[in-house]
């Protein structure tokens, strides 16, 4: 079965420090893509950054990266020099088997303090 | 990026009505178009696969008399509550991919629908 875990249910970081937000997966498909997703409070998600499960090296979005260890299964973000307007629950999902379907983990509901 | 929006954003209906809710790619065409649903302070659900000029594909436990969904053309599909009751509200988000394979998908503002 697939199965998409985020262990975090809120973190706090301090203003400019990088944080790390932990996201594993579960997929018997060897094709399959990690994404991860910010919601801010007005709802919208915010498509972050974009894993793919041959790409060879990690993602990378301005601030955003995407520490992919794929013998652990873990597809963790990191946020470098966060910010306040990076408060928000952030998601982390997986797409397998080509279908385009999104499974989404828990989410962890980050703040950012000043 | 790809501009996916919604309509309305928000509505509140009495229990019993219908509620149609819109979802359009306004840049790009999209043939394959998702509908999911989030109760607050959960993960979303993934409810229905929309495809254009076939039927939907529903999620297991998702009632497809319920929520009729339509893909009349490769930049709009539309959800309609059926019959809604007080457990239907919550926020419905539409979603498509842009490009040539799954790896961008963007998502609509959502629209939050409260049955009263």
């Known amino acids: 079965a697939q199965k998409i875990t985020q262990t975090q249910p809120g973190m706090f970081v301090q203003e400019k420090e990088a944080v790390t937000l932990d996201c594993t997966y579960d997929?018997?498909?060897?094709?399959?893509?990690l994404f991860w997703y910010k919601q801010p409070s007005s709802g919208e998600m915010i498509f972050l950054i974009y894993q793919g499960s041959y790409d060879q090296q990690n993602a990378t979005e301005g601030r955003y990266s995407l520490n992919f260890q794929k013998a652990r299964k873990s597809a963790n973000l990191v946020i470098s020099a966060s910010q306040l307007g990076d408060s928000a629950m952030y998601f982390c999902a997986m797409e397998s088997g080509n279908t385009g379907k999104l499974i989404f983990g828990q989410g962890t509901t980050l703040q950012v303090k000043p | 990026g790809a501009v996916v929006s919604q309509h309305p954003s928000w509505v509140i209906c009495k229990s019993g009505t219908s509620v149609k809710i819109e979802c359009r790619s306004l840049d790009f065409q999209a043939t394959t178009m998702f509908w999911y649903r989030q109760f607050p302070k959960q993960s979303l659900m993934l409810m229905a696969t929309?495809?254009?000029?076939?039927?939907?594909?529903?999620e297991q436990g998702v009632e497809k008399d319920k929520f009729l969904i339509n893909h009349a053309s490769l930049t709009l599909s539309t959800l309609t509550v059926t019959s809604a009751h007080p457990e239907d509200s919550s926020f419905y988000i539409c979603?498509?991919?842009?490009?040539?394979?799954?790896?961008?998908?963007?998502f609509g503002p959502g629209t939050r629908l409260l049955v009263l």
């Open positions: 979603s498509a991919g842009h490009g040539t394979g799954w790896e961008t998908q963007y």
């Open positions: 997929t018997s498909d060897p094709s399959y893509g």
């Open positions: 929309s495809n254009e000029g076939s039927k939907a594909t529903y």
